[in-house]
């Protein structure tokens, strides 16, 4: 395709002047990298709870999580909504019909938990609901939880995301919900020690459920070392989990890094049902 | 005793400054926010550039960065109705009004390219990746890339004639 490439040389083809304060970047990567080893090492001090066979959960303490943020260093944009919106309310009610969807009302306010949703469904079992932020819903990867009735709490990041009811092998029904967050319950995307590049395709088979967010965590950490089997032992990986500081105030609904071999390698996002089953859904993979 | 990574890095950095500005911008559209997230990308490759630099990668490490900042960037809507609000910054650009027509065409169509098929398509046409290599640079299946490769060269195509029909 010789002709895209054209065509993208000829948007750049004349660039206005570089702009880049090199200073500037050795400068604050400098404080970048002190600062997270002050945390790796705060973490390291922390309580390690080793459940099961050589998963350490750690508990990295209150004082290290990241502080709300307030806008984006990139851009200077505040994200964050200052204005309560009247039009919105504490929960949602999510309905699941063969024949269509319903979302009442379109607009929610994020409680400590994450977003507040009662579902009602009608598919027949095997069916999911979830919700996806950038693809439509058909193209991603993770995301998906049983389409069964209860409430849910899910780590729904402010602003427009795509929620989505499908039968499996079905197209999938697609509404828009407008998540605000006056009270900024929201902790951000920022997630310390990973640069997330991309939802993985096996996320699903790999989302984690159980009575507490450990079990579900371990859950999805006994998929991802089911994938080493077979493979010679030098080359099986260690998998931990640890808290990243993004997502929820909430812990129950606040996201998680994996590590492989001690380095990020997968986030988690967590769902709560009921009040007593924790799902832990396979988010980002790190770069 | 540890290197100093500092030196490495600049000159890193002299060399792929200006094709990593040109990726940005064909990723957002606007040369304030590619500046912004060259800045903030290459802020964060020199907080790991031991590791990076041990990978043997650093190329495709910091285009990791870069595009999860500009995904990161598209997925929080505040900021993306703030970014795609604006008109690509034209003023000093250089080139006849004809130039400067065709490139808004072509900037226009690509605004209408979805956010993820339109990284696909920089990193398979501007980038040169293989299948496999953008596939490993955003974490998804091979599928997926030749999928989003299809529908975002339909959109863009889709969109590229119309803009042609509305230039009188």
């Keep these: ?287 | 005793m540890r290197q100093d990574p500092e030196p490495e890095f600049r000159e890193w950095v002299a060399a792929r400054r200006s094709h990593l500005r040109r990726t940005a911008y064909l990723l957002c559209g606007d040369w304030h926010l590619a500046d912004d997230l060259v800045q903030e990308a290459l802020t964060r490759a020199f907080a790991a550039w031991g590791r990076i630099v041990r990978g043997g990668q650093p190329d495709a490490y910091v285009r990791k960065i870069l595009l999860n900042l500009y995904l990161d960037h598209r997925r929080r809507p505040a900021r993306r109705e703030a970014a795609w609000a604006e008109l690509p910054d034209t003023a000093s650009v250089g080139g006849g009004a004809s130039d400067l027509g065709e490139r808004e065409r072509v900037l226009a169509a690509l605004r209408e390219v979805a956010p993820g098929q339109r990284a696909v398509l920089v990193l398979r046409f501007w980038e040169d990746l293989s299948v496999e290599q953008s596939a490993q640079a955003l974490g998804v299946s091979t599928g997926n890339i030749k999928s989003q490769t299809s529908r975002g060269l339909e959109a863009l195509r889709g969109a590229l004639a119309t803009y042609q029909e509305e230039t009188p």
Aim: hydrophobic share 35%; proline share 9%; aromatic share 4%.
């Design chain 1, 1 to 287: 395709m010789n002709d895209v490439r054209t065509l993208f040389e000829s948007v750049v083809v004349d660039a206005p002047p570089d702009t880049l304060d090199l200073d500037q970047v050795v400068a604050r990567g400098t404080r970048r990298r002190t600062v997270r080893r002050a945390v790796t090492a705060g973490a390291g001090l922390a309580a390690a709870l080793v459940i099961g066979s050589g998963i350490a959960y750690v508990a990295t303490p209150d004082d290290d999580r990241t502080a709300p943020p307030v806008g984006d260093p990139t851009t200077g944009v505040t994200s964050a909504p200052t204005v309560i919106d009247l039009s919105a309310r504490p929960s949602m009610d999510l309905s699941c019909e063969n024949n269509g969807m319903e979302l009442s009302p379109p607009k929610v306010i994020a409680q400590p938990s994450g977003v507040v949703v009662r579902l009602s469904s009608t598919m027949k079992p095997g069916s999911s609901f979830g919700y996806s932020y950038e693809l439509p819903f058909a193209d991603t990867g993770a995301h998906r939880l049983p389409a069964r009735d209860g409430t849910w709490r899910l780590p729904l990041a402010p602003g427009k995301v795509t929620l989505a009811c499908q039968v499996r092998g079905e197209k999938p029904q697609e509404l828009v919900l407008n998540v605000v967050d006056p009270d900024g319950q929201w902790m951000g995307d920022t997630l310390e020690g990973c640069d997330p590049v991309g939802t993985p395709e096996w996320g699903p088979a790999l989302t984690g459920t159980g009575p507490s967010t450990q079990d579900a965590i371990e859950v999805t950490l006994n998929g991802l070392r089911a994938r080493d089997d077979g493979r010679p032992a030098d080359e099986v990986a260690d998998y931990a989990a640890q808290s990243a500081g993004g997502g929820y105030n909430d812990l129950g609904t606040g996201s998680w890094v994996v590590l492989r071999n001690g380095e990020p390698y997968l986030t988690l996002a967590m769902a709560i049902r009921g009040e007593t089953q924790f799902v832990a859904m396979p988010d980002q993979l790190c770069g």
